[in-house]
């Protein structure tokens, strides 16, 4: 998982707040994925974007999530008025085209 | 929607033994991948398999990939204190989506010096 950068790497929110996760792709990867992995659970799908576009968002909640890979900079997840249930490790991947996809470290958010 | 049982949810052994896992689809998986996640990183990926029955080998691990798509398995030989983390399959389907991964929970192991 060496190259795909995240941060922070652990954020505190309090209910109603809004949270902002960022992930910069390896070097070379046009393909950005996040995922969501609750407590003592597997990994779930929510996005996958490429530069300006949002290719597939089936595991996207509804409301209050949102994600964006724009043209300069990193790839953004933001949750709005996060509740307790928002509490998850979040995790970016990236990958060239579609060939195998390579993990960042994560970001842990707490929701108190 | 689509579902991984993997097995056992954890276990506890000496160091020196070998360690065997699995995973089963309820459908058709086209590739399986299998990562090891330490506490507080990322998963890290260990084996990827693309075509049934392939059986593929990373120093002490080895995975392979089942007949009928919906399994795969991997075995860790003379296991060593650092290989404690929790393992995870992962696979995606023949629809086309080969970036939506569908994870199983995970093995959790413990390796006793």
């Known amino acids: 998982n060496a190259g795909v950068m995240q941060n922070p790497r652990h954020l505190v929110r309090r209910r109603g707040q809004e949270a902002r996760l960022r992930c910069s792709p390896m070097k070379g990867h046009s393909h950005v994925y996040w995922y969501r992995q609750l407590p003592e659970e597997g990994l779930k799908f929510m996005v996958y974007l490429q530069k300006e576009n949002i290719i597939d968002e089936s595991g996207m909640p509804k409301e209050r999530f949102s994600a964006e890979f724009p043209k300069e900079g990193p790839s953004i997840l933001r949750i709005q008025q996060v509740v307790r249930g928002d509490s998850a490790a979040y995790f970016c991947?990236?990958?060239?085209?579609?060939?195998?996809?390579?993990f960042g470290e994560g970001s842990w958010l707490t929701v108190v | 929607g689509q579902q991984l049982n993997q097995s056992p949810q954890s276990m506890f052994i000496q160091e020196g033994e070998d360690v065997s896992m699995n995973c089963t689809s309820s459908?058709?998986?086209?590739?399986w991948l299998w990562y090891k996640q330490d506490p507080g990183e990322g998963p890290v990926l260990l084996i990827a398999?693309?075509?049934?029955?392939e059986l593929t080998s990373n120093g002490r691990l080895t995975a392979q990939f089942g007949i009928t798509r919906k399994d795969s398995f991997l075995n860790i030989s003379a296991s060593i204190p650092s290989d404690v983390g929790i393992y995870f399959c992962a696979g995606h389907n023949s629809g086309g989506s080969n970036y939506k991964l569908t994870f199983g929970k995970g093995t959790l192991l413990t390796v006793n010096p």
């Open positions: 398999l693309y075509k049934a029955g």
């Open positions: 991947a990236s990958s060239t085209r579609r060939d195998t996809i390579y």
């Open positions: 459908s058709i998986f086209n590739t």
